[in-house]
């Protein structure tokens, strides 16, 4: 076959891909790629870099080979190779032209409205969300949740730390249920609205009208329910709210920055009814998915840099996908104000307040606190010589962290803790880290934990 059957070969398996695929994902992966030979039943398909190859093979290798099938039925495999020269970062080298200046203003203000009916904001979709095997199983929950509301799963309960797509995928699909069912009334509700709701209500003895008008909703979006930790007049209100909707088969969708039996002093009643429809957590993007994330912001705010700045940010941005924006938005301004892009020097210079060091550290004095806030404690209660169970277990977490995020000696470590030795240090360490070996729940408190101590955001 000749370049030109290649071409078009191709292009016919991309419009096709480009409606199984969303379109952040269709151009982080598809783009700059081509048919390069088809001989003997073998096509090559080349790809601009070792990621977009080992991506391509892992999630994409079915649905490329069988569209390729149906347009040639000669042909039974592919395979994807790295294109040796990469002539696209040489012409991304070059200084953007006015055009593409202009674009990029005119874009960067583009101002979305939050609607005043939904509380949603149209700048969140599916179309931008970037999905990789950190997310995949809240995507894919969010996404048939859109499709039937209120009998796929009731309630959808999406967990996960700071930064990482939990308002986004909530919003993306009250927006898509919105295009979908347009005489569904959506409502998207911060937790600590609803919550100052519940009181102002109270207060101004309106408790009832407040709950009719939240019963005239149809699906309920409920973000960041931790706040609801303690608050329990505002958990007997949603309570009851929950029930009536649930009996009416209307859709509920929380999130939070934990699993349910990890808020703390959260009503039973509640928790079990947090668990019983659609769990989902949302983990931390793996390098190559921090890549593709920043390829796909880079595009869709019309931005152009380089692999390597691209890369800098991923390796030193890790945990927290509003951080890397936050990178790109410095950048942007400094190719606006110029007029070209910052080379990979520039970057860093710009970036450096952004990445700190690349290895951030932690503290006995920041695992302290966040180990108590993340258990309700007061970082004195951490301290105290008690056996209180509610106190034991957080206090050896501690310890475990100390020993492995500050590789402290284990005599320190107990001096750290009043009347503690290292004996009762040794014992922590090893009971947690046999516990982290069976007990799933442990373990996501334990990365969640880490999470918050590595994070800008919350520190
Ligand atoms: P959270 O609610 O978990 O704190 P957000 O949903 O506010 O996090 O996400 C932080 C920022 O990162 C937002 O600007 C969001 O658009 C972006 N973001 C998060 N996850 C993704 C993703 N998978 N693809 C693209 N952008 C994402
Ligand atoms: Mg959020």
Same mark, same amino acid.
């Given at each position: 076959?000749?370049?030109?059957?290649?071409?078009?070969?191709?292009?016919?398996?991309?419009?096709?891909?480009?409606?199984?695929?969303?379109?952040?994902?269709?151009?982080?992966?598809?783009?700059?790629?081509?048919?390069?030979?088809?001989?003997?039943?073998?096509?090559?398909?080349?790809?601009?870099?070792?990621?977009?190859?080992?991506?391509?093979?892992?999630?994409?290798?079915?649905?490329?080979?069988?569209?390729? $099938?149906?347009?040639?039925?000669?042909?039974?495999?592919?395979?994807?190779?790295?294109?040796?020269?990469?002539?696209?970062?040489?012409?991304?080298?070059?200084?953007?032209?006015?055009?593409?200046?202009?674009?990029?203003?005119?874009?960067?203000?583009?101002?979305?409205?939050?609607?005043?009916?939904?509380?949603?904001?149209?700048?969140?979709?599916?179309?931008?969300?970037?999905?990789?095997?950190?997310?995949?199983?809240?995507?894919?929950?969010?996404?048939?949740?859109?499709?039937?509301?209120?009998?796929?799963?009731? %309630?959808?309960?999406?967990?996960?730390?700071?930064?990482?797509?939990?308002?986004?995928?909530?919003?993306?699909?009250?927006?898509?249920?919105?295009?979908?069912?347009?005489?569904? $009334?959506?409502?998207?509700? %911060?937790?600590?609205?609803?919550?100052?709701?519940?009181?102002?209500?109270?207060?101004?003895?309106?408790?009832?009208?407040?709950?009719?008008?939240?019963?005239?909703?149809?699906?309920?979006?409920?973000?960041?329910?931790?706040?609801?930790?303690?608050?329990?007049?505002?958990?007997?209100?949603?309570?009851?709210?929950?029930?009536?909707?649930?009996?009416?088969?209307?859709?509920?969708?929380?999130?939070?920055?934990?699993?349910?039996?990890?808020?703390?002093?959260?009503?039973?009643?509640?928790?079990?009814?947090?668990?019983?429809?659609?769990?989902?957590?949302?983990?931390?993007?793996?390098?190559?998915?921090?890549?593709?994330?920043?390829?796909?912001?880079?595009?869709?705010?019309?931005?152009?840099?380089?692999?390597?700045?691209?890369?800098?940010?991923?390796?030193?941005?890790?945990?927290?996908?509003?951080?890397?924006?936050?990178?790109?938005?410095?950048?942007?301004?400094?190719?606006?104000?110029?007029?070209?892009?910052?080379?990979?020097?520039?970057?860093?210079?710009?970036?450096?307040?952004?990445?700190?060091?690349?290895?951030?550290?932690?503290?006995?004095?920041?695992?302290?606190?966040?180990?108590?806030?993340?258990?309700?404690?007061?970082?004195?209660?951490?301290?105290?010589?008690?056996? $209180?169970?509610?106190?034991?277990?957080?206090?050896?977490?501690?310890?475990?962290?100390?020993?492995?995020?500050?590789?402290?000696?284990?005599?320190?470590?107990?001096?750290?803790?009043?009347?503690?030795?290292?004996?009762?240090?040794?014992?922590?360490?090893?009971?947690?880290?046999?516990?982290?070996?069976?007990?799933?729940?442990?373990?996501?408190?334990?990365?969640?934990?880490?999470?918050?101590?590595?994070?800008?955001?919350?520190?």
């Amino acid at each position: 076959m000749n370049s030109k059957d290649n071409k078009d070969l191709w292009q016919s398996v991309l419009a096709q891909v480009q409606f199984a695929v969303s379109r952040a994902n269709f151009a982080t992966w598809f783009r700059n790629t081509e048919i390069i030979s088809n001989q003997n039943g073998k096509v090559l398909i080349s790809v601009p870099n070792s990621f977009s190859k080992e991506w391509l093979s892992n999630k994409y290798h079915s649905l490329i080979l069988k569209i390729l $099938r149906s347009l040639d039925k000669n042909i039974r495999m592919i395979e994807f190779v790295v294109k040796s020269e990469a002539p696209q970062l040489i012409k991304r080298k070059r200084a953007p032209q006015k055009k593409e200046i202009i674009n990029n203003s005119q874009l960067q203000f583009v101002e979305f409205k939050i609607d005043q009916k939904t509380n949603l904001n149209p700048r969140y979709t599916f179309e931008n969300f970037v999905v990789g095997g950190f997310n995949e199983l809240a995507h894919a929950a969010a996404w048939a949740i859109s499709e039937n509301p209120g009998t796929t799963y009731n %309630p959808l309960f999406i967990y996960g730390g700071v930064g990482l797509g939990k308002t986004h995928l909530l919003q993306a699909t009250g927006n898509r249920i919105v295009n979908l069912f347009p005489n569904k $009334r959506v409502k998207y509700t %911060p937790s600590e609205t609803f919550i100052s709701g519940i009181v102002e209500s109270i207060r101004n003895h309106k408790i009832e009208e407040f709950k009719k008008e939240l019963r005239k909703i149809d699906i309920l979006i409920m973000d960041d329910v931790q706040f609801f930790a303690g608050k329990e007049k505002t958990q007997e209100e949603f309570f009851h709210i929950f029930n009536s909707f649930y009996q009416a088969q209307k859709q509920i969708i929380l999130s939070s920055d934990r699993p349910p039996n990890a808020i703390p002093a959260l009503e039973e009643r509640l928790k079990s009814r947090f668990e019983g429809g659609m769990i989902a957590d949302i983990g931390v993007p793996d390098f190559e998915t921090r890549v593709a994330i920043l390829k796909a912001k880079c595009e869709e705010r019309n931005i152009n840099l380089n692999q390597d700045i691209l890369e800098y940010i991923a390796t030193n941005i890790q945990r927290n996908i509003r951080e890397m924006e936050g990178a790109l938005n410095r950048l942007a301004i400094y190719q606006k104000i110029n007029q070209k892009e910052p080379d990979f020097e520039v970057a860093k210079k710009l970036l450096r307040n952004l990445v700190l060091s690349p290895k951030k550290s932690t503290s006995f004095k920041q695992i302290l606190r966040i180990v108590s806030a993340f258990y309700d404690l007061s970082e004195k209660d951490l301290l105290l010589p008690t056996r $209180r169970k509610e106190i034991v277990k957080p206090r050896q977490i501690a310890m475990y962290l100390l020993r492995e995020e500050l590789k402290e000696s284990y005599p320190a470590i107990g001096r750290r803790f009043q009347g503690k030795d290292h004996t009762t240090a040794i014992y922590a360490y090893e009971k947690i880290a046999k516990q982290l070996e069976e007990d799933d729940n442990l373990l996501t408190e334990i990365t969640l934990i880490k999470q918050r101590l590595y994070n800008n955001n919350s520190s």
